[in-house]
């Protein structure tokens, strides 16, 4: 396999992947603390770097039907959260393209650190 090249987001506060350190985003992109993922507290993003996506799947959540990917880490593939796609209720399409990143995943191990 190839050299895997990672991005970074800048700024001074940053976000990465408790399993390998890489860079994922900053403060100045977090959304909301808010949120609940599967597996506890979750930040919604605007922008995230050094990801890859799943393929697009339909989910029920709590708050609706969306159609969500799951996104891991670029550099280690830790799942680390998803990406909103669409969202079928109207209250709830603020989301779409923005990023939500949970802050800890046990099966993997891995929790969103901030430096």
Not at 9 to 34: H, Y
Not at 58 to 87: P, Q
Request: glycine share 6%; hydrophobic share 35%.
């Amino acid at each position: 396999m190839g050299k895997i090249f990672l991005d970074h987001p800048g700024g001074t506060r940053l976000f990465s992947c408790a399993n390998c350190d890489t860079v994922l985003t900053n403060r100045a992109e977090l959304i909301s603390m808010r949120f609940t993922g599967a597996t506890g507290r979750a930040y919604l993003f605007n922008k995230v770097v050094n990801l890859t996506y799943s393929e697009v799947q339909d989910r029920v959540m709590l708050t609706g039907r969306h159609m969500v990917r799951d996104v891991s880490c670029k550099n280690c593939n830790a799942r680390l959260g998803w990406i909103y796609e669409f969202a079928t209720e109207e209250s709830q399409r603020y989301k779409v393209d923005f990023t939500r990143l949970e802050r800890n995943v046990p099966s993997h191990l891995v929790s969103l650190v901030l430096q």
